[in-house]
Every structure is written in C-alpha cells, then in structure tokens.
C-alpha cells in the first residue's frame, strides 16, 4: 500500500486522483492546503480521499507517520521547497511538471532525494503512457534518426483569462508561461529518448501583462549528432499536427505528445522519387485502457515496491536536462 498525502487542491489534483484510484496499491491518508476550507472541500469531492486528514502545513503532514508518499500538485515556484520538505522528513515524492523552477533548484531536490534515500519522480504524464513506450521501444527499426519534429498547441482557456487581464499561474512572470506549462511536454519526450541536445535555439512569443511579460507560444529547434528536433508549443492556437520521429529506415507518429492515444509505425520502403505508392502505417499501441494519470502512479507505486529511488523512464537527468533547456531558452529570450 502506497499512503499519499496530497499538496494542493486544485484541478490537476483532482484529474491525477482518477487515475491514481484505478491502482489499488494507492491510498490518499491526508490533504494538505492552504485553507482548511479547501482541503475539507477536496476531501468531500473525491471519493479516493474520503477520510484522509486535513492539514493546512506541508511539514506538519510531512511528519505525519501515516503519511509514506506526497503529490506535489501545486505551482512550478512551491515544487522545490514542498518537495525537499517532504524528502528531509523521508517521504517519497511524485511532483508535478516541470519538476522545478529552473535547474539549480531541480538540482537542490535530486540532492534531497539522493541524501534521503527516497523515491523523487517527476509527474509527466506523457512518457510514462503505453503508446510512447510501444514507440520508443521501435526506435532501432527507423534507425538512424534523423528528426524529431512535437506539437503541443492548446488555444487555452488561461489564455482567453489573460487576454481579459486575469493572469492565472498558467502564467505567471517568472513562475511560469507556455513554455513551462506546455512546451516542457515536447521537449521531456524528447530528452528522454536522445538525451542532452549540443546546441539549443529558440523564439519565444509574449504577451504583457500587468505582471511584466510572459510567454505564450514558442518554437525551438534543438541539435544532436547526425540529427534535430523542432518543437513548438502554444496556448494562443490549436495545432493538429502529430509528433513524428523520422529515421532512414522509417517513421514513428504519435497522433499527440501529451497523451498519445496512437502510435504508428511506417517502415520505410524503397527510396522514393516523388510521385509513386506511399508506404502503410502499422498501427502499433493499443489505445489507451487505463486513466491517462493511472499510468504515473503504477509506476511510482511499482518502484517503491522494488525498492527504488528512480524511475528509468522517468529519471531525475531527463528532468534536470530538461530544467537547463527551459533555462537557456528563457534566458535567451530575455
Ligand atoms: N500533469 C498535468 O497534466 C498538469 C496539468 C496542469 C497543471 N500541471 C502542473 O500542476 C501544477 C499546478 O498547476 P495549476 O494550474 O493546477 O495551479 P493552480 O490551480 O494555481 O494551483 C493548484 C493548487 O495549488 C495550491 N496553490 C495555489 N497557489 C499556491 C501558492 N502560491 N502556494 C502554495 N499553494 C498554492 C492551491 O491549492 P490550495 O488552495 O489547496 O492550497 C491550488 O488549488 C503546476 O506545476 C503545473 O505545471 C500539470
């Protein structure tokens, strides 16, 4: 049984509750919020939580022996310091995306992690689902690769907010922006197949806000050794492009980044010349049976079974690399 105490009580709480729920290992014993209210409010509106404990202190609920495992859902600027809280009282931690503010701060918490012995794994979704693992693991088929090419375009509701002068954390200056809320679902997936790019470039577009400015679409275009990847990410417009991993020896297609309900594969056939029959896909996931969430917490729950302090698919130098990234390319842009 894994006893999770929930930090925050927000929408995200509440979506990665109905996939935590579809594992039975899983178990929530407490909420911690910033207002009794809310947490009580929480508790009453998730059947999963019914009877947890209310706390208003992360390190009160951190301390609390029933409590083994703590979400951290609230936003990027807490991640750090509820994280560190919750591994110095020795609790694991599954903490939202990105895992932190920046890197030297991701670095404070892998340094937590490593000293307390505790399991430290970042919350994203998108390369712990079954279609992207069903697509990594064909990889060595389109070899060698050539490009990377992932779209994550949401015309946002945050963004009709701001465009009315309401700055939710979705935007926050300096805490956050679309590169940070969605971007960082184009580059994780990336990251964790080919590792760290040698060079990174990119444009990000902002908005102003009463705040100072924040980021609301972008693009990147990021160099490895034979091969690039272009990301573009967007809360100001949709895309319906799917994300494509192109090899010499066929292509990868996920239809979305984020939560991937298909994966195909194209095996390359004779090279072409223009005109002439285009190669089938092979459908090659299985859709998607579970909760797009219940796919984290399976993990999680089964490293802290085998006794592990990291996830492979989910490791803490995928989330660094990707911390320094989103580092370059805001200071970049500044
Ligand atoms: N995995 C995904 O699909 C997904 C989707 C959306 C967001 N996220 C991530 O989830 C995190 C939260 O984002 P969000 O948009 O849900 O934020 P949010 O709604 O503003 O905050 C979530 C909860 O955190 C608590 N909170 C808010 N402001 C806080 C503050 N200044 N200090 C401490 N606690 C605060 C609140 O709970 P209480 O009132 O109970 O304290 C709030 O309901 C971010 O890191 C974001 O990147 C992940």
């Known amino acids: 049984m894994v006893r999770f105490g929930i930090i925050g009580t927000g929408r995200i709480s509440d979506w990665v509750l109905k996939g935590a729920v579809q594992d039975p290992r899983i ?17 009453a509106s998730n059947p999963m939580a019914a009877g947890a404990k209310v706390y208003t202190s992360v390190e009160e609920m951190a301390a609390d022996p029933q409590v083994d ?9 807490t991640h750090c310091l509820y994280t560190i809280t919750a ?40 390369t712990l689902n079954p279609n992207f693992i069903a697509a990594a693991s064909r990889i060595a088929e389109i070899a060698p690769v050539r490009q990377y090419s992932s779209y994550f375009c949401q015309y946002s509701s945050k963004f009709e907010a701001l465009k009315r002068g309401e700055v939710g954390t979705a935007f926050k200056p300096g805490t956050a922006g679309a590169l940070r809320d969605v971007g960082v679902y184009t580059l994780y997936p990336l990251v964790a197949l080919f590792g760290k790019p040698s060079s990174v470039k990119g444009k990000l577009s902002t908005w102003q806000t009463p705040e100072g400015d924040t980021d609301v679409y972008g693009t990147a275009c990021l160099e490895y050794d034979g091969m690039d990847a272009t990301l573009t990410w967007s809360k100001t417009f949709d895309s319906f492009q799917p994300t494509e991993i ?3 020896n066929g292509n990868l297609i996920l239809d979305e980044i984020h939560i991937a309900r298909k994966a195909e594969i194209v095996p390359h056939a004779a090279p072409t010349s223009g005109l002439g029959p285009k190669p089938g896909r092979t459908l090659i996931s299985e859709g998607l049976p579970y909760n797009e969430y219940y796919y984290e917490f399976k993990e999680f729950a089964d490293l802290i079974e085998q006794g592990r302090t990291e996830s492979s698919r989910n490791s803490l130098e995928t989330s660094l690399t990707v911390l320094e990234i989103i580092d370059e390319l805001l200071t970049d842009w500044k």
């Open 87 to 126: 591994l110095k009282a020795g609790k694991h931690v599954l903490c939202e995306k990105p895992l932190a503010l920046n890197a030297e701060e991701g670095r404070q918490m892998v340094e937590a992690a490593r000293e307390s012995g505790c399991l430290l794994m970042e919350a994203m979704v998108s």
């Open 246 to 248: 192109a090899g010499e």
């Open 69 to 77: 495992t703590v979400y951290v859902g609230t936003p990027n600027q």
């Open 27 to 43: 178990k929530i014993v407490a909420v911690c919020s910033r207002t009794v209210e809310a947490a009580e409010a929480f508790i």
